[in-house]
């Protein structure tokens, strides 16, 4: 186990690696910029994406002033679109200021070069370090993403143990629309439904719609604390468990059913053991194998990718959104640095799944796989 831990975590690196090149050279390619953004700010014809990132940053005032002084009618046309009028060597200094007065490869280098340290820059529009950014977030992705896989898996591991017990019968069949319903309509309609219903839409006023805690929170006791948080959260995670739990339930079913009709188990019950003895003690450990491995997975999905529009629905500033602005608004540190710790994470959560199979079912060996 120790020697396929080990051949993992080397392939980690040209796996890393490879996602940030490819990543890398999409997004220089790719129309628009930094450089273009703030020159369309200093035209003043930029639009933000969302109105959180709206004004600027510290440095970016003193070179709108200076634009207007150096931006000339005569001045030679740049390569940049709607910095006619400009100052060519303005365009430069603002290149500079991005670090784009550099060749790609070199700003490739060098960026890597820092991530290898750790050191993941600056937000261009934000006036922030990367990682205060991410820390700052990471408390509203994590409670959606934590109790939402929890939930997700108290909800669909019994319920799918139990349509395959009783695949075919009414319980399967009613339990089956239920979970059709779930697949087919997104979280965040569910989440609007949710508003509706419960946040002072046009019904019930019960629940809050904006925040992870209320204003007065440091205020409160530990006990009224818990409560609130709680009271926020209520919402937005039922709106993501009720959007995810169907595919699980599935997978769950479809599982225990493969298992249920081999012939070891109609082996065990000949030899008179009960159902329940069969279900847990043979089917369960080797149904579950898939199941449980893929949690590590499934909670990085949920945490980093599953909850953009339910953050923007229920005025949540997370990871998800933070991503968003950031790719929006082509502000590279952002993007590149949450990319590489990320993916380093989910490369990672990828081996502790190996390992969870070893976990369930011992008799996995793999020493003897081929990386």
Known sequence: MFAYILRRLFLIVPT??????????????????PVERLIAQIQGIDIGATARVAGTTAGEAPIRDAAKARASEDSTASKYRGAQGLDPEFVKHIEKLYGFDKPAHERFLTMMGG????????????????VDLVLDKMPVSISLGLWTTLLVYLISIPLGVAKAVRDG???????????????????????????????????????????LVSENWDTLDWPSRILDYFWHIALPVLAMVIGGFAGLTMLTKNSFLEEINKQYVVTARAKGLTKRRVLYGHVFRNAMLIVIAGFPSAFIGVLFTGALLIEVI??????????????????????????????????????????????????????TREV
């Open 314 to 367: 229920f005025s949540l500033d997370g990871l998800g959104l933070l991503g968003f602005e950031a790719a929006i608004n082509r502000d590279y540190p952002v993007m590149f640095g949450t990319l590489y710790f990320f993916t380093l994470i989910g490369l990672l959560m990828n081996l502790l799944g190996d390992l969870m199979y070893v976990l369930v079912d011992p008799r996995i060996d793999f020493d």
């Open 169 to 211: 019968s009414s319980f399967d069949v009613w339990t089956s629309s239920v979970v059709i319903i779930g697949y087919a309509i997104p979280g965040f309609l569910f989440a609007i439904l949710l508003i509706v219903l419960f946040a002072g839409g046009s019904f019930l006023d019960i629940f809050p719609l904006r925040g």
């Open 115 to 130: 991530y290898l340290r750790f050191d993941f820059g600056e937000s261009y529009f934000r006036n922030r370090s990367v």
């Open 16 to 33: 890393l690696l490879g996602i940030m090149v490819v990543n890398f050279v999409i997004v220089q390619v790719a129309p628009g910029g």
